[in-house]
């Protein structure tokens, strides 16, 4: 079992950044790929990126790429998301996922976060 916790969403004005976490209990965390998604109330949930267990493999949506970074810290049993640039169209509600073995840019994951709001003002 892995639980997931996201924080770090508030309110930001475009151009601005943000840093989110999504901090893992569980002994298999390490093991884990871990994934952002976000949704927009009455839209589907969007992929946004993803990390192999190891760090050596991220994924990206094209909408974030050059824009976003995913990171994990292991020891710390916590992922990051650190977004620059933000723009309007990246307000949503953010949530982290696990799942064992390779990460994957569809939403097949076990594990999901209670989620967290990011507002982009224009």
Do not use: H
């Amino acid at each position: 079992q892995v639980q997931l916790v996201e924080s770090g969403g508030g309110l930001v004005q475009a151009g601005g950044s943000l840093r989110l976490s999504c901090a893992a209990s569980g002994r298999t965390f390490s093991s884990c790929a871990i994934a952002w998604f976000r949704q927009v109330s009455g839209k589907e949930r969007e992929f946004v990126s993803a990390i192999s267990w190891s760090g050596v493999i991220t994924y990206y949506a094209d909408a974030v790429k050059g824009r976003f970074a995913i990171s994990r810290d292991n020891a710390k049993n916590t992922v990051y998301l650190q977004m620059n640039s933000l723009r309007p169209e990246d307000t949503a509600i953010y949530y982290c996922a696990a799942r064992p073995g390779v990460p994957s840019r569809r939403d097949e994951y076990d594990y999901w976060g209670q989620g967290t709001q990011v507002t982009v003002s224009s």
